[in-house]
Each structure stands twice: as C-alpha cells, then as structure tokens.
C-alpha cells in the first residue's frame, strides 16, 4: 500500500502528520550517526508501518521511533549515544539490551532495542532480520524488515504487552500487515515455528479472531493448530491470567516463558529478575556505570528455579538481590 505523506485537513490529524515527521528525523539522526560507528540499525513498528499499511498516514499515531540493533552492537551503541553532543540516554536497561534515546531539538524518542519482545521470548534474531531486511521508510534510507519477520516482531510484542494492554495502533498494525497482497500464511507459520513462538503466534491470532475478527489470523490460528493451541495448558493459563489480571506478576512471569523450547525459560526469567532488580535508571544518575555494565542475563541478581512444568510452563521463582 502506498501511502500519502500529505497531511490531512483537521488539527488532529495535522498534529499526527507533525510527530511523524519529527519521528523521521529522529530515525534518520540516529541511524546515521550509528552507521558511521559501524553499527547497523533496523527501524521497526510505526516508523515503518506509517508508510507501508496505511493510505493515510494519519490514521497511524506515533509515539516514538523504534530501533533493533544486534545484541553485539549495545555497548557500543551507548558508547556512541553517551558521546554524541547534546545526546540524552533517558531510560537505560542493560538486562534487556536496550536504552531510550533523546535527540536534542526534537521532542520525540528513539527506543534503541537488541532483542525481539525480550530476552529468551523469541530465536529469531536482530541479525537474521538484517540478513532479509531491504530499505527505505517514508524517505528515510533505512534498514526495513522483511514482511513476514516484521509480522512475526509485532505479534511478539503485543504478546509481550498481554494484547489488552497493548497501544491500539500496535494492535491495529498486528492486524493490518496479515492483510498484506504479498503475505503468506505459510511462511508466516513456518518462521513463527522456527522463531519457537508458534504458541504466541497462536494467542495472538485467537485474540484477533476473537477481538477484531479478522479472518487472516483466523486462517493463521487454523494452521497452527484451529481450536487446540501449540501448547494449550499454556495457552489456557495465559488467557484466564491475561484477561483477568494483566498487570499481575504471575501474568507477567508466565509471559516470559513464552518460548515453545524450555530450554529458553530460565535464561528468559533470568533477564527478567534483572530487570526488576534494577528498574529503569535515569541518565543523570549513571555516571561511569553506562559503558561498564555487562548485558548479561542477571547483573544484580542470583535466581533460582524451583520448577517450570513443560506444559504448563508455571514457575516457582525464588530470587535474591545483592544491592
């Protein structure tokens, strides 16, 4: 779909047309300056969806602009945006490889990410992406996901957002890309096997059968499974939870052991209780702690596992945090 960079008549819809240009301009300082390090980026979510899904731009809110990056390429990304004049790391979160960026002058961030939902969520990877990725994004000479990669990225991270809690707009961007002329199911299906997410891909798609009626990801759901999910006692427990209480700690713990392989659940619950050990970090406050501190699955924190059950996927965490 080819969509119309004008902006639409209405304050609204000229204000919508305004952010996503600063939006642009944000991707496209941020990607050159890390080009120029060597470090290569792929723009992803509205910065792309924007111009690819939607006739009218407008119709398309932007909040920020996102970027992936290889986990590889994280510190040296910090290194870069802590030195680059004028700069400012406003959230920094080495458990999950990722960082949010200002730009000075405009007033709109660039979320700087090395993984697809979280860690241990999903195999496919940034550098994978890359390999199939192609260019350009509304004028920006950008790194783009290939349709189905990109697909399977949003479907993970509405997951990640447990669906009901998701923007609206990544919600409607899930649904939109499945509708694509040059999507295909099958291919789809087989990368979302692959990634080890066919359980996710699966939830999504019986949340967009059931919420948004969408008769592609009914098809989707069909392949993977029709009524019965790749993992159903997961899948259970995920909706009950999910619709229930969908800020609760076991809806999020039970969303980190999304991953159809078990071996993927502790490094995931690892990141995990990192994270919550080190909650987002001003940039004020990081001093000479921005460059050193190591992405690795528990900084701060020692977590022992006391069971996940492979079907159920439920776990018994028990942490201990050093300060």
């Given at each position: 779909?080819?969509?119309?960079?004008?902006?639409?008549?209405?304050?609204h819809?000229?204000?919508?047309?305004?952010?996503?240009?600063?939006?642009?301009?944000?991707?496209?300082?941020?990607?050159k300056?890390?080009?120029?390090?060597?470090?290569d980026?792929?723009?992803?979510?509205?910065?792309?969806?924007?111009?690819?899904?939607?006739?009218?731009?407008?119709?398309?809110?932007?909040?920020?602009?996102?970027?992936?990056?290889?986990?590889?390429?994280f510190?040296?990304?910090?290194?870069?945006?802590?030195?680059?004049?004028?700069?400012?790391i406003?959230?920094?979160?080495?458990?999950y490889?990722?960082?949010?960026?200002?730009?000075?002058g405009?007033?709109?961030?660039?979320?700087?990410?090395?993984?697809?939902?979280?860690p241990?969520?999903?195999?496919?990877?940034i550098?994978?992406?890359?390999?199939r990725?192609?260019?350009?994004?509304?004028?920006?000479?950008?790194r783009?996901?290939?349709?189905?990669d990109?697909?399977?990225l949003m479907?993970?991270n509405?997951?990640?957002?447990?669906?009901?809690?998701?923007?609206?707009?990544?919600?409607?961007?899930?649904?939109?890309?499945?509708?694509?002329?040059?999507?295909?199911?099958?291919?789809?299906?087989?990368?979302?096997?692959?990634?080890?997410?066919?359980?996710?891909?699966?939830?999504?798609?019986?949340?967009?059968?059931?919420?948004?009626?969408?008769?592609?990801?009914?098809?989707?759901?069909?392949?993977?499974?029709?009524?019965?999910?790749?993992?159903?006692?997961?899948?259970?427990?995920?909706?009950?939870?999910?619709?229930?209480?969908?800020?609760?700690?076991?809806?999020?713990?039970?969303?980190?052991v999304?991953?159809d392989?078990?071996?993927?659940?502790?490094?995931?619950?690892?990141?995990?209780?990192?994270?919550?050990?080190?909650?987002?970090t001003?940039?004020s406050?990081?001093?000479?702690?921005?460059?050193?501190?190591?992405?690795t699955?528990?900084?701060?924190?020692?977590?022992?596992?006391?069971g996940?059950?492979?079907?159920?996927?439920?776990?018994?965490?028990?942490?201990?945090?050093?300060?």
């Amino acid at each position: 779909m080819c969509a119309d960079s004008r902006p639409a008549e209405g304050a609204h819809a000229r204000g919508v047309w305004a952010r996503q240009v600063t939006a642009s301009r944000a991707l496209e300082t941020v990607v050159k300056r890390f080009d120029r390090a060597g470090i290569d980026t792929l723009a992803v979510k509205g910065v792309v969806t924007t111009h690819t899904l939607y006739r009218d731009t407008t119709e398309r809110p932007m909040t920020d602009a996102d970027v992936r990056i290889r986990p590889g390429d994280f510190r040296a990304a910090a290194r870069v945006a802590r030195n680059e004049t004028g700069w400012r790391i406003e959230e920094w979160r080495p458990a999950y490889g990722a960082f949010v960026l200002r730009v000075p002058g405009l007033d709109i961030t660039v979320d700087v990410e090395s993984v697809i939902g979280a860690p241990g969520m999903c195999s496919l990877s940034i550098g994978e992406m890359l390999s199939r990725a192609t260019r350009g994004a509304g004028g920006v000479d950008v790194r783009v996901p290939e349709l189905h990669d990109h697909a399977l990225l949003m479907s993970v991270n509405v997951f990640k957002d447990k669906l009901a809690l998701a923007a609206p707009w990544a919600l409607e961007d899930a649904r939109r890309i499945v509708e694509a002329e040059e999507f295909d199911i099958d291919l789809f299906v087989d990368r979302a096997r692959r990634a080890k997410v066919a359980c996710v891909a699966w939830i999504v798609a019986d949340w967009m059968v059931r919420k948004e009626e969408s008769a592609t990801w009914g098809r989707i759901r069909q392949k993977l499974g029709a009524e019965r999910a790749p993992r159903p006692l997961y899948a259970w427990s995920f909706r009950r939870l999910q619709e229930r209480a969908p800020e609760a700690l076991a809806t999020r713990v039970l969303a980190r052991v999304a991953a159809d392989y078990p071996g993927m659940w502790v490094g995931a619950l690892g990141h995990a209780v990192a994270m919550a050990s080190s909650r987002t970090t001003r940039s004020s406050a990081l001093g000479s702690d921005l460059l050193t501190t190591r992405f690795t699955p528990a900084s701060r924190a020692s977590c022992s596992i006391a069971g996940v059950a492979s079907k159920t996927a439920r776990a018994n965490v028990t942490c201990s945090v050093s300060t």
